[in-house]
């Protein structure tokens, strides 16, 4: 029913910024909660940011990072200032249309996912 389609991804040095993209297509709502993940080998998919009207933002990245969408273009952002060696991940961008009073934070509570864009910082 929705693709999503990620860009923006690779290689930038510590302190420096990166903004990720996610197009979505098909059935898209604006009611729709949306998400940033991120993972690393050997760990558990992470929700760094998440939103519906309000926002959630993981404790490593809060102050950092910075999630929007904007509705007319059907797009999800994750603004990145300030990288950090340890953000270096495959970043996937979620979507999941059921109603929900509070923001979704784990993976099994999306149904929707983009392929994910890797970001690399250098150290």
């Known amino acids: 029913q929705v693709q999503l389609v990620e860009s923006g991804g690779g290689l930038v040095q510590t302190g420096g910024s990166l903004r990720l993209s996610c197009a979505a297509s098909?059935?898209?709502?604006?009611?729709?909660?949306m998400a940033w993940f991120r993972q690393v080998p050997g760990k558990e998919r992470e929700c760094v940011a998440a939103m519906i009207g309000n926002t959630f933002y993981a404790d490593s990245v809060r102050g950092r990072f910075t999630i929007s969408r904007d509705n007319a273009r059907n797009t999800l952002y994750l603004q990145m200032n300030s990288l950090k060696f340890e953000d270096t991940a495959v970043y996937y961008c979620?979507?999941?249309?059921?109603?929900?009073?509070?923001?979704?934070?784990?993976?099994?509570?999306?149904?929707?996912w983009g392929q994910g864009t890797q970001v690399t910082v250098s150290s």
């Open positions: 979620a979507a999941d249309r059921r109603f929900r009073i509070a923001i979704p934070t784990t993976s099994t509570q999306y149904e929707y």
């Open positions: 098909g059935r898209t709502s604006n009611m729709f909660a």
